[in-house]
């Protein structure tokens, strides 16, 4: 069933308005919106009607979007305002961000739109709601200093529960919303201790508390406690304490208490949230400076070993040396899947190499009591996916049923071929791939299984999980263009099957053909080599002048800057880092474009580069040599770049 929008656009061009409607057609909206390319008319359709989303192309002759923004803010309306913009670059776009804008977009990429629109409605939607209940509030704070009469009318209908108790604490009256909010009957709570309703813990929190506002009649404190819910469950309540004791008729303390339990929900999911973006960010700059130091190993490991001269016993020692930087960066890659950090590149893939390569890493998250069997299909068709997000399903799946099976169990991967009877399915294919994960752990009740695919709902108890997991693995697979499904039983298990398109390409290799460092082209050309990072530098500098290359090197983006505009008619090609000091990789690519746009620009980076990236996958158009690279690697792909020329 389609969700109705409002969306108003500010926009000249119609044709690239009907692509932008069209989009959220797709997305499941109905939409009704309205065009307009000028102030006036900008101004107009505000006073017609509230809207859900503004769009606004950021550059129209005669008026700007920045000035729609402007515009559309003064007004205090809380609305998501969305640039869509054939021209805007990062430096705008993060201009753009701070005046108030929520997101952007280029026009043709709306691969973000629908995920990114969603949020942002419902940013809006607890930001309208937070008000709402930040009003009612005060509202409730000053009704309860009005006369007798509309206090005992307040006390009937007021959403929160209104406890009116003795110095005893004993309960002399309550509102009828205690029924709503604790399930309780107000009559049989009435002559009872509050003490009784809350939490042990909380218990002498409460007493100091009366304590305080017995003592101070002006005193009017405010304390957060559990309460018992007729079910047996707590309810966190925001407590607010005043001494009305001899002012008839309500001639006791009054005890406002609001259940906040959702909002103490938010605010644990909030903080879990910042505590995985620091862990992110963390695996992300040790996986940039990790991969810096392979790069340098791997490489000159590799120039060493093409040294004819060298006996039987250092190659084989320089081999091992590696090998063991292959694994660290296999290591780093699983690391950064892990914490959704990785650049992600889909490809044709070989499902099976995947999950045999992972096999060590899962039987690691699993443990010993867990026994892990595989049933790979040797005749399993080519998916087209990325390794990273394969890899990020797999353990995700192996987490959590290692989590349903405490005393230890079975876990089952398999895969197979499968020709769909329907191919009109969600995903439009009907070749193919199957991956089932399956579990002989506890299950799934039927209540909980309806929501375990959206984000932050779990079953595990406070500490032990995010609900980040399964809603992951779901939108990895729908990002792929596959499907998930899942079954489950309480005491028998859980199985997960998911499909991915099956293509009609051989895999691509994982490295660079096992062809010789000697045996790649090297070429005449000048290359302008910016990176920060001294031994890769050196590194990456050394293999393309043994190829003859001609190489000017700088160590940050002003230095590499200053040498693309003084040699910009010599340089042939743009080799440069993603993050750099100063200025960074995307911004000095940005000036490179502008002084030649035909001037070919190869990116490197150790992890998902917001300057790179969509949503963690690389942006049409840029070319990524991706760290820790081996020197046969540097030198095909720099060929490959000058060759398109």
Known sequence: MSEPLAALLVEDDEDDAVLLLRELERGGYEVTHRRVETSEALEEALDEREWDVVFADYSMPGFRGTDALVMVRERGLDVPFMFVSGTIGEAVAVNAMKAGANDYFVKGDFARLIPALGRELRDAAVRREHRRAEEEREAAVEALRVSEERHRLLFEHIADVIFVIDHGARVRYVSASLRRVLGRDPGKVVERRVLGLIHPEDAERARKSFDQVSTRADARPKVELRMEHADGSWRDMDCELTNLVGKPPIDGLVVKARDVTERKRLEREYRQVQKLESVGRLAGGIAHDFNNVLTAILGNAELLLADTTLTTEQRDDLDQI???????????????????????????????????????????????????????????????????????????????????????????????????????????????????????????????????????????????????????????????????????????????????????????????????FDDVPGGTETILLVEDDASVRRLAARVLRRLGYTVLEAGDGASGLRLLREEREAIDLLFTDAFLPGVSGGELADEARELRPDLPILFMSGYAAPVLTDEGVVRPGVILLGKPFTATELAQKVREVLSRR
Do not use: C, W
Not at 361 to 376: A, I, K
């Open 322 to 516: 590696r090998r063991a930087a292959e694994h660290a960066s296999r290591l780093t890659s699983q690391l950064l899947a892990f914490s959704s950090r990785q650049v992600l590149a889909p490809k044709p893939l070989d499902l099976n190499d995947v999950i045999e390569q992972l096999i060590p890493m899962l039987n690691r998250l699993v443990g010993e009591t867990v026994e892990l069997r595989t049933v790979l299909d040797p005749d399993l068709g080519i998916a087209h996916a990325d390794v990273g997000q394969m890899e990020q399903i797999l353990m995700n799946l192996a987490v959590n049923a290692k989590d349903a099976m405490p005393a230890g169990g079975r876990l089952s991967v398999r895969t197979s071929n499968v020709e769909r009877d329907d191919p009109a399915g969600e995903s439009g294919a009907s070749r193919v791939i199957q991956l089932v994960v399956e579990d002989d752990g506890m299950g799934i009740d039927d209540a909980a299984l309806a929501y375990i695919f959206e984000p932050f709902f779990t079953t595990k108890e406070a500490g032990k999980g995010t609900g980040l997991g399964l809603s992951t693995v779901y939108g990895i697979v729908k990002q792929s263009g596959g499907e998930i499904e899942v079954e489950s039983e309480e005491g028998r298990g859980t199985t997960f099957t998911i499909h991915l398109p099956r293509v009609d390409e051989p895999p691509a290799p994982d490295h660079a053909d096992e062809v010789e």
